[in-house]
């Protein structure tokens, strides 16, 4: 019934984003969009996907291979944080925005969804997703306004291990609700433990 | 040229496991297991899976539908821990002992791939792998021995905070090397934050 879907390209090679190419990104792209924020991610098929974006399916599977490549795609471009490093002038005032913010945004399920395709697509591709990557150049960005301020702080690996580790780790697994609380209980741990 | 591959059922769904389609498995399964240890995880596909396993391709896509499926199955399969949870006696081996073994074999490469598909797979499906949930159990019992014990100990959600979740956390998103001073140092600090 099936043949193999193509497999071992780049499902998005370098090319000029304009005309036919691009229109069909988009609107692959925010079909992804509507279906996860509709339905949940647990209901994302690429015929579903092709449907919304009213594309020819044989057009998705031909450029984005399956659904954690097109996933991933998405991810890199829709999904860069565009709230900026908190710079409070206070680390633990930081700290606690950039914790609040992150919480809020990788639990909603169209990011969720696109968090847990990139790590499976380490399987693949080994290395953290481009938003996993500004959220710590984020808390990179906090740690060094701190230090230039002359506060005590956690180094950059500690504050990864025992804040953004914990944080994306409980909420890409699933293991139960990731509350403004829990956040915040991780935020004042780092800073007791590590900010002396 | 592609048509859709299967979504929507389950892969592997409850059979009896004798005849033509356990040897199936059992064949599929080694393939994966041993393409991934030749060659790393990032060259598996399917139809590499099924030349070595000498079946159909078509037999392959029908049964799990994607490599992260497969993958999936392999892992809740072959890959639960069968080293018992460490019990010396003292909090601080048995840690120290959970973690150089965690360590040890979720940074091989067969393990890691499975690791990393199945988090993919929460894409689709919540919740943690079957894997993840028996090293969560290791860690809990060996807890629950220190406890008994009198020993002062951290809680099992801190333990999972900032000993599991970092370690898995590096692992999965291969962010640099994980050594074994790595790890003890997470148990270190562990004991020294929260068992007191």
Do not use: K
């Amino acid at each position: 019934m099936s043949t193999d879907p193509p497999t071992g390209s780049t499902p998005t090679p370098v090319r000029r984003e304009g005309g036919r190419s691009a229109r069909v990104r988009e609107a692959v792209h925010r079909a992804v969009a509507e279906l996860i924020a509709e339905q949940g991610p647990e209901h994302l098929t690429m015929p579903a996907v092709a449907a919304r974006a009213g594309v020819n399916p044989t057009t998705v599977y031909r450029r984005w291979g399956d659904l954690h490549r097109l996933l991933d795609d998405v991810a890199g471009v829709r999904l860069r944080p565009d709230d900026p490093a908190p710079d409070t002038g206070s680390l633990r005032q930081d700290l606690l925005l950039w914790a609040e913010q992150t919480r809020t945004t990788i639990t909603t399920p169209e990011v969720l969804a696109l968090l847990r395709a990139s790590v499976g697509r380490a399987a693949t591709t080994p290395g953290p997703s481009p938003r996993m990557a500004a959220r710590e150049q984020q808390l990179t960005a906090v740690l060094a306004g701190a230090e230039r301020r002359g506060e005590p702080c956690p180094t950059p690996q500690q504050a990864m291990d025992h804040l953004l580790a914990p944080l994306y780790f409980r909420v890409i697994l699933g293991l139960g609700p990731v509350t403004a609380d829990y956040a915040r209980t991780l935020v004042e741990d780092l800073l007791r433990n590590y900010a002396r």
